[in-house]
Nanobody, 131 residues
Framework: QVQLVESGGGLAQAGGSLRLSCAAS????????MGWFRQAPGKERDIVAA????????YYADSVKGRFTISRDGAKNTVYLQMNSLRPEDTAVYYC????????????????????????WGQGTQVTVSS
């Protein structure tokens, strides 16, 4: 059974940086395609970034392009989200997610971008950006 443990959330000033980590355990999805999502109060959960199983391909929401970077360390089964130039509107609960086996597998270089394609979720970590 896959377990996702998030860390690195907290409080940052506008223009500052944070790095989120998601450590995946469990044999089946320890090297699966991964994604970061966020949900702000009163809003739906939206994708922030995604990375293919191989790490070769990434996807970013328009609102974070040029500011956020997703990466992974396969040896440590860990996915990172480096967040730079933070804005107050980045304030949200951030969730780490892993690819679901119900989703067709399109290869190690494919990047899954829809939350319905993910079946395993962390409990979320709060990111708060002050102005």
């Amino acid at each position: 059974q896959v377990q996702l443990v998030e860390s690195g959330g907290g409080l940052a000033q506008a223009g500052g940086s944070l790095r989120l980590s998601c450590a995946a355990s469990g044999r089946t999805f320890s090297s699966a395609a991964m994604g970061w999502f966020r949900q702000a109060p009163g809003k739906e959960r939206d994708i922030v970034a995604a990375i293919s199983r191989s790490g070769a391909n990434t996807y970013y929401a328009d609102s974070v392009k040029g500011r956020f970077t997703i990466s992974r360390d396969g040896a440590k089964n860990t996915v990172y989200l480096q967040m730079n130039s933070l804005r107050p509107e980045d304030t949200a609960v951030y969730y780490c997610a892993a690819f679901s086996t119900k989703t067709p597998f399109y290869g190690a270089n494919y990047c899954y971008t829809d939350q319905s394609e993910y079946g395993y979720w962390g409990q979320g970590t709060q990111v708060t950006v002050s102005s």
